[in-house]
């Protein structure tokens, strides 16, 4: 069984890693054609680095990979390797994604003349980019990392860090622009991609709890530990009607694994009851930290 196992750990890691690759391409694409291209500071240390190009003509890809290298060294130090090995993948493919559209596109606006319409649709595409990355448990460095080390020594959300770093970054631009407007499209911006990526991260991440009645629950439990890889527990029950003892288990999985749930036990017991229902949360081990 550990061969199995061990196959399907290098599935998930390089599927994984496949899903950043297009999140980070969409990033780079949604960026470039649709928020730099308008002269638009967005929050993050694309911000930054967006400030910087526009007052130095340093490429934002180079800005971007150079902070982050710092910052990832910083790091290090603080948070461990641990923290940081998706962390490094996903700066490198945002870094060179930047890069290939910096080239591509030249500058240049995908939509001519509508700077509100490209900043929706920008914010859309970069949100929906950094979603995958962040639902493949990936991380994009930057002022995710500052974050995340003022969590770890004050009492300071990862969300408050980065929300009070994107009012700085996306104000700042007003020391170039001095225009107020450019300001609200830069929030504007930052409230769509925030609004796509929470959908997908959510969509993603919501658990769902089974119950499951058959009288063959040894054969559909043995089944959820090998294919699923997910554990289950086993309750005793009895029969309102009947009052014939019965083993009833419990299984809480992702909403995205609901499917592979009905498929599995359709197969052993097609008279099988499945009761289906969403939770609010699930904290512990294969699923979210357990949070105090």
Do not use: W
Not at 93 to 104: G, P, R, T, V
Not at 110 to 127: A, P, R, T
Not at 238 to 243: A, F, L, R, T
């Amino acid at each position: 069984m550990k061969p199995k196992k061990g196959i399907r750990k290098i599935y998930h890691y390089t599927q994984d890693y496949i899903i950043m690759v297009v999140g980070a391409l969409l990033y780079g694409f949604g960026f470039n054609g649709f928020i730099l291209s308008n002269e638009i500071v967005t929050g993050g240390l694309t911000g930054v680095s967006t400030v910087i190009f526009f007052a130095t003509g340093i490429p934002v890809s180079v800005t971007y990979f150079l902070v982050n290298i710092i910052l990832l060294a910083i790091a290090f130090k603080i948070l461990g390797l641990k923290f940081l090995l998706k962390t490094i993948f996903g700066v490198i493919a945002l870094s060179l994604s930047l890069s290939l559209f910096e080239i591509l596109l030249a500058g240049t606006s995908v939509i001519k003349d509508q700077v509100f319409m490209s900043i929706l649709v920008g914010g859309g595409i970069c949100g929906t980019g950094l979603g995958l990355i962040f639902a493949a448990n990936g991380s994009t460095g930057g002022t995710d990392i500052l974050a995340a080390i003022i969590n770890k020594y004050k009492n300071v959300s990862i969300g408050t860090g980065l929300l009070l770093f994107d009012f700085f970054i996306i104000g700042s631009s007003y020391l170039f622009f001095h225009d107020v407007e450019k300001i609200v499209f830069g929030f504007v911006e930052m409230g769509v991609s925030s609004y796509v990526l929470d959908r997908i991260i959510n969509s993603n991440r919501q658990s769902v709890q089974f119950l499951i009645f058959s009288q063959k629950y040894d054969e559909i439990v043995e089944r959820i530990l090998q294919d699923m890889d997910r554990g289950c527990t086993l309750l005793d029950g009895e029969g309102g009607y009947s009052k014939r003892p019965i083993k009833v288990i419990v299984l809480l999985a992702k909403k995205s694994e609901s499917l592979t749930v009905f498929r599995l036990v359709k197969e052993i017991d097609p008279q099988a009851f499945i009761s289906q229902s969403v939770v609010r949360g699930v904290y512990g081990e294969g699923f979210d930290q357990i949070k105090a």
